[in-house]
Each structure stands twice: as C-alpha cells, then as structure tokens.
C-alpha cells in the first residue's frame, strides 16, 4: 500500500494563478480531507468529504474548492492563488467507521508558496 | 465549538529523562476522541495515541501514555525514557464524536497549534 500521496511536493504560484493539489489513497477509505498548516497556528480543515460525491466545508474553505468523483482520489483546487494561501497542506484519509481504526493517515504535504 | 489549546511552545529535555507535554480542550460535546500527532522536521504527521471519552483507563503505546483528567478537560502526553529521536513538534487533536457513531463519516479534527520538543544529549 502507498497509503496517502499527494502531488506536488513543492509549488511556486503567481498571485492569480490557479492550480490543483492531488490526493490519493489506496485503503480503501470513504472519509478524507484537506487540511492547511501555518507557523503558529496548528493544521486547520478546509474541506472533507465523507465519501464519493459527498463533501463539505471546514473551518477555512475561502478560496478553495474540492470534488470527489472516486473512493480514491481528492483533489483541492485553488481558483485565484493569494499570497494568503502560502502554506503546507496535508491531505488526510481514514475509515470513517465506527469501530474501524481510530486514526487518519496524513500525506506528507504539498508545501505551496504564492508569490 | 470545540477548541484545543497547547501552551508549551518549546520545550528542552534532557535524553533518557520523562516528558510531559500539556494539552487542554473544550467542547460540548459529550462524546469525544483525543489524539496525539508527531511532527518530526521531515514534516510528516505520525499518529501516537488515542483516548476516547468514555474510556475507562488512559491510553498507552510503548513509551508514550496518555494522562487523561476529564474533570479537568486535560489530555497530557507523557514521553517516557525520551530518546534523541523524539526530538519533533507534537500536536494535539480532538474529534467530537456523539454523531461519529450515528453518522458515518463524521471525523473532523480540531488541533492544537503545537509543542517543539528538543531532546538534548
């Protein structure tokens, strides 16, 4: 199992730009989710999706966008890059079960600087 | 809503010496899970420890235990024999449960903003 990968691993954006952070997992999990890192602030969740076709906003969804059209995959698209979005962003994935193993499996993060 | 606070910044440690890194929480709900994530400098999150609300007994896994006060809303990770590879930030996270169970697929985290641990030889 890959388990969580993201891509890229770094990226540059111009203010305006636009881009799409890649997620994906292979253990089958419906539960995944977006989150960002900033110095001194912790990881803060923007958008989850509790299964395919199924997702909803977290505590800073500004600015972002995601879809899930697969089990697989969870894409996070930033419409019009600002500077104010330069962080590290992690993608989170678990069973979403009761029961089922407590934690979520991290990605190892797509460090995103707007310039 | 839920809020978890962590109010140790940085930390320094002797190697081979016990650690206690400090996390509170609040919430309403009454059902509820708390995590604790390391952050080593490769920047991965690492999953340590759970302890759910309603569990009776604190949480272990190998050297890390968590000292779990209800009452008082306090969910301390406590490193034993710390070694140099502990040297990492940790977090603390919390998951509001109550609809976990009846809803499936209710799983948003709440962290912390953060301990640096620095183990010193």
């Known amino acids: 199992n890959a388990g969580v990968t993201q891509t890229p691993k770094f990226q540059v954006l111009k203010t305006g730009q636009s881009m799409t952070l890649q997620c994906a997992q292979d253990m089958n999990h419906e539960y995944m989710s977006w989150y960002r890192q900033d110095p001194g602030m912790g990881l803060r969740l923007i958008h989850y999706s509790v299964g395919a076709g199924i997702t909803d906003q977290g505590e800073v969804p500004n600015g972002y966008n995601v879809s899930r059209s697969t089990t697989e995959d969870f894409p996070l698209r930033l419409l019009s890059a600002a500077p104010s979005q330069t962080s590290v962003y992690f993608c989170?994935?678990?069973?979403?079960?009761?029961?089922?193993?407590?934690?979520?499996?991290f990605g190892p993060g797509t460090r995103l600087t707007v310039t | 809503a839920q809020k978890i606070t962590q109010t140790q910044p940085g930390m320094f440690v002797q190697e081979k010496e016990a650690v206690t890194l400090d996390c509170t929480y609040d919430?309403?709900?009454?059902?509820?899970?708390l995590f604790w994530y390391k952050q080593p400098s490769s920047g991965e999150m690492i999953f340590l420890i759970y302890q759910g609300s309603y569990d009776q007994q604190n949480a272990t896994e190998g050297r890390y235990s968590l000292n779990f006060q209800k009452a008082r809303k306090s969910a301390n990770l406590v490193i034993s024999a710390s070694q140099l590879g502990d040297s990492a930030m940790y977090f603390c996270a919390m998951r509001e449960e109550t609809y976990f169970i009846s809803n499936f697929g209710n799983e948003k985290l709440t962290f912390g903003t953060g301990t640096r641990l620095t183990i010193i030889p």
């Open positions: 989170a994935s678990s069973t979403g079960l009761a029961g089922g193993p407590l934690e979520q499996y």
């Open positions: 919430t309403s709900d009454p059902s509820y899970g």
